[in-house]
C-alpha cells in the first residue's frame, strides 16, 4: 500500500512536469509564429519597395540636377554647377547627360583639357551625336584661337588679338575669366581706357578680390591722370596680397613720379628755373607713355626753358606738349614765345594767333602777338649788328673796333679788282655805324674831322637803345637799303664815286688811325 501510494506521487509529479514542459514550448512557438507573422510582410514590402522605388528615386534625382545645373549657368554659378554634376556622376558613372552638361560648363568657363575628356566621354556612351561633336569642335577653335591671342599680345599685335578673342574665344568660351583679362590687356594695349574701366567693372562684379582685374583697372585710370583713383586700386589689391610685384611696382612707381612732378613746380614758383628743368626732363624720363600727365610736363618744361632764353628746347618741349594735345592754348602761346626766341618771326605769329583764335580775350596772347609783329617788321631791316660782325650785347668800344676793321678791310681803294663788291661792303659798314662824313671841294689841304662826330645807329647808346627797341621803325627813321636812317636821307658815301667823277673829295677821318697804323684819314 505504501508501495503504491509512493509510485502515485512519483507519476503525479512526473504529469506536472511535462505539463510546464509543454506549456514552455507552446508559448515559445507562439511567439515564433508572430514573429512571422508580424514581420514578414513588412520584409517584403521592404524588399518590394528597394527594387520598385530605387530607379524612379535615381530618374528624379537627376532631373532635378539637371535643372540645378541650368539655374546655375543663368546666374554665373558654374562652380556650383559642376559641383552637382559631379555628384550626379558619382551616383551613376553611366549617366552620359551629366557629362554632357559638364563638358559644356567646363568649355564655357575654357577649362578645355577637362571639358574635351567629357565630351570624350559622352561620345563613348553615345556615340555619332551631331550636337556634342559640333559643341567639341567649337572647344578646339576657342583654345586655338585663345593661344593665338596670347601670343600676339606678346608681340604687340594688340587689334588683331582682339578680333581672336571678341569673335571666337568669347562665343564659344563666354565666361572665360582667362580670355575676358586677356581682352583687357589687348584693350590697355590700344589705349582703350574707358572700356578697360568697364570691362574690369564687370569681371570685380563677380570677383571683387580679383588682383588682375584690380591691377589692369589701376593702370586704367593711370594712363587717364586720375592717379588718386589708380592709387586706390593699388593700394587694395597690395592689402589683398602685399607681395604682388606688378601691384608693388606700380604703386611705387607712381608716387615717385608724383613725388618729381610736385618738386619741378615748386622750384618753378621758386624761380629756380635750371633746378625746375632738370626735374621736368626727370619725370618725363619716368614714363614716356604717360601721355595724359607728360602733356602738363612738357608744357612745363617749355615755360622753364622760355624764361630761360632755351629757344630750341622750349620749342621742342611745347611741340610735344601739342602732339598730345593740339588744342592746348598755352602750349601754342609759349611755344610762340619761343620761336621769337629762334627768330622764326612768322611762325611766332602763326602760333600766337592760332591762340587768340581760341582765347581772343587774353591779354597776354595780344601782348605777345603785338610783340611778335613788331620783331618781324624789325626783322626786316638790315641787322647792324650782324654786319659789324659784334653781338647784340658788345659794348660801343668792340662796335668801333669792328667797324674800324671792316671799313679798313673793305675799302674801296684796296679792292681795285672787285671794287663793286667793296663799296657795296663799306656803304653797309658806315650804315651800321653811320659815320659822320663832309663833302668839300678839292683843296690842297687834307680836311680832318674830329672824330665820330656824325650820327651813328650802333655808335651812339641812344640811338643804339632805339634801335634795339625798335623805335626807328616806328618813327620812320628805319636803316633800310643802303643806310639813310637817322636823318640824312639817303646817306652814300660813294655818292660822288671814289676819285673823279665829279670832281669831289670825301675825307674819312677816324680818331686814333686805323688798327695797325697808317691811314691816319684817307682821302678820296
Known amino acids: 500500500m505504501i508501495d503504491l501510494m509512493a509510485r502515485f506521487a512519483g507519476w503525479s509529479m512526473d504529469v506536472v512536469a511535462w505539463r510546464g514542459m509543454v506549456y514552455t514550448i507552446f508559448i515559445l512557438h507562439f511567439v515564433f509564429v508572430c514573429q512571422l507573422l508580424l514581420l514578414q510582410p513588412l520584409l517584403v514590402s521592404a524588399h518590394v519597395l528597394v527594387w520598385i522605388f530605387i530607379p524612379a528615386i535615381n530618374f528624379v534625382d537627376t532631373a532635378e540636377v539637371l535643372e540645378k545645373v541650368s539655374q546655375n549657368i543663368k546666374v554665373k554659378r558654374y562652380s556650383e554647377a559642376i559641383n552637382d554634376l559631379n555628384a550626379a556622376i558619382e551616383a551613376d558613372p553611366s549617366l552620359s547627360e551629366a557629362y554632357w552638361h559638364r563638358a559644356s560648363v567646363m568649355r564655357q568657363i575654357c577649362r578645355y583639357e577637362e571639358s574635351e575628356s567629357d565630351y570624350n566621354k559622352y561620345l563613348e556612351l553615345k556615340p555619332g ?17 585663345l593661344e593665338t591671342a596670347s601670343s600676339l599680345l606678346d608681340s604687340g599685335e594688340f587689334k588683331k588679338a582682339l578680333e581672336y578673342v571678341d569673335k571666337v574665344v568669347l562665343v564659344f568660351s563666354p565666361a572665360c575669366p582667362k580670355a575676358k583679362l ?33 591691377f589692369l583697372r589701376g593702370r586704367a585710370y593711370y594712363y587717364l591722370a586720375d592717379h588718386d ?49 632738370e626735374d621736368y626732363k626727370a619725370a618725363i624720363a619716368l614714363d614716356p607713355h604717360h601721355v595724359a600727365h607728360n602733356v602738363h610736363l612738357h608744357l612745363g618744361l617749355c615755360k ?151 650820327m651813328s645807329a650802333l655808335g651812339d647808346d641812344e640811338k643804339r637803345a632805339r634801335y634795339d627797341r625798335g623805335e626807328d621803325e616806328e618813327m620812320g627813321m628805319g636803316m633800310g637799303d643802303g643806310g639813310g636812317g637817322f636823318g640824312f636821307g639817303g646817306f652814300d658815301p660813294f655818292g660822288g664815286g671814289f676819285g673823279g667823277g665829279g670832281g669831289q673829295q670825301y675825307t674819312f677821318h677816324f680818331e686814333g688811325g686805323f688798327p695797325g697804323g697808317g691811314f691816319g684819314g684817307f682821302e678820296m
Open 129 to 145: 551625336n551631331s550636337a556634342v561633336e559640333k559643341e567639341l569642335s567649337q572647344l578646339h577653335q576657342a583654345k586655338s584661337a
Open 182 to 214: 586677356l581682352r583687357v590687356k589687348l584693350l590697355l594695349g590700344t589705349q582703350d581706357y574707358s572700356r578697360v574701366i568697364s570691362e574690369t567693372g564687370y569681371i570685380l562684379k563677380e570677383d571683387e578680390n580679383n588682383l588682375e582685374a584690380l
Open 229 to 277: 583713383v589708380a592709387q586706390r586700386h593699388y593700394q587694395k589689391g597690395l592689402r589683398l596680397d602685399p607681395e604682388h610685384s606688378a601691384l608693388k611696382k606700380t604703386y611705387f612707381a607712381l608716387k615717385t613720379l608724383l613725388k618729381k612732378t610736385k618738386s619741378a613746380e615748386d622750384n618753378y614758383s621758386k624761380g629756380k628755373l635750371r633746378v625746375a628743368a
Open 304 to 454: 622753364v626753358s622760355v624764361k630761360l632764353g632755351r629757344g630750341k628746347e622750349a620749342l621742342d618741349s611745347c611741340t610735344e606738349a601739342l602732339k598730345i594735345d593740339p588744342e592746348l592754348v598755352e602750349a601754342l602761346h609759349q611755344r610762340g614765345e619761343a620761336k621769337l626766341l629762334t627768330e622764326d618771326w612768322e611762325g611766332a605769329i602763326e602760333d600766337i594767333k592760332a591762340a587768340l583764335q581760341k582765347s581772343p580775350q587774353d591779354m597776354n596772347l595780344q601782348e605777345a602777338l603785338m610783340r611778335a609783329e613788331k620783331a618781324l617788321k624789325m626783322s626786316k631791316r638790315k641787322d647792324w649788328y650782324k654786319i659789324l660782325g659784334v653781338s647784340k650785347t658788345a659794348s660801343i668800344a668792340e662796335i668801333k673796333r669792328a667797324y674800324k676793321k671792316l671799313a679798313l678791310k673793305w675799302h674801296p681803294d684796296k679792292n681795285t679788282e672787285n671794287r663793286e663788291e667793296a663799296e657795296n661792303k663799306f656803304r653797309e659798314i658806315a650804315a651800321a655805324y653811320e659815320v659822320g662824313f663832309t663833302k668839300f671841294p678839292v683843296v690842297p689841304s687834307v680836311i680832318l674831322l674830329a672824330g665820330f662826330k656824325g
